[in-house]
């Protein structure tokens, strides 16, 4: 009968007492520190209470869970079958029909909202060109001097304060 065991031993051994498992020599001896330890009287209550509420607790059929499945060797012919080919075609089928649902309701939405939104345009907006009239090759030395001098010259800042670019479906009321 073994009596030197550190706490945590000692603890380890509760549940199997309260279950009744462990050897006779083995459970006097952790009867005895129990006995000398209300701390450990305490536990060994809690575990023994705890127990009895997993004791009314529906117990698993492992026997039957086991019975109900299948054999590894239907599971075998199983993944030997080959895959009816009109299958993979429903799955084919499926995802062109997803494909083409996805492309009509885009291009509906597009559609309503340039229809619905005034003064919406899918063409971009038109980008801002610098023209002289003239190639800048064909322009004389003197002439691109007096061109960057008139340019160094404008301000740099709008006159105007710019126009809110603000998408019409965004603006509020609207």
Same mark, same amino acid.
């Given at each position: 009968?073994?009596?030197?065991? $550190? %706490? +945590?031993?000692?603890?380890? !051994? #509760?549940?199997?007492? /309260? @279950?009744?498992?462990l050897?006779?020599?083995? =459970? *006097? ?39 109900a ?16 080919? $009109? %299958? +993979?075609?429903?799955?084919? !089928? #499926?995802?062109?029909? /997803? @494909?083409?649902?996805?492309v009509?309701?885009? =291009? *509906? ?19 801002a ?43 509020l009321?609207?």
């Open positions: 009968m073994r009596e030197d065991w $550190d %706490e +945590g031993e000692l603890r380890d !051994r #509760l549940p199997l007492l /309260a @279950a009744g498992t050897a006779a020599d083995e =459970g *006097a001896a952790v009867r005895a520190r129990v006995a000398a330890d209300p701390a450990l009287a305490e536990e060994l209550a809690l575990v023994g209470a705890l127990r009895a509420a997993h004791l009314d607790a529906p117990v698993v059929d492992v026997t039957r869970i086991v019975a499945l299948p054999s590894p060797a239907s599971v075998r012919a199983a993944r030997a079958a080959p895959v009816r080919a $009109d %299958e +993979g075609l429903r799955v084919l !089928r #499926l995802a062109r029909v /997803a @494909a083409v649902a996805m009509v309701a885009v =291009g *509906a939405l597009t559609t309503y909202m340039n229809a619905t939104v005034p003064g919406a345009s899918p063409a971009p907006a038109a980008r060109e610098l023209r002289l009239g003239v190639p800048l090759d064909e322009l004389s030395d003197e002439q691109l001097h007096a061109l960057e001098a008139e340019i160094r010259a404008l301000d740099g800042l709008p006159a105007e304060e710019p126009e809110a670019a603000v998408h019409p479906a965004l603006e009321g609207a």
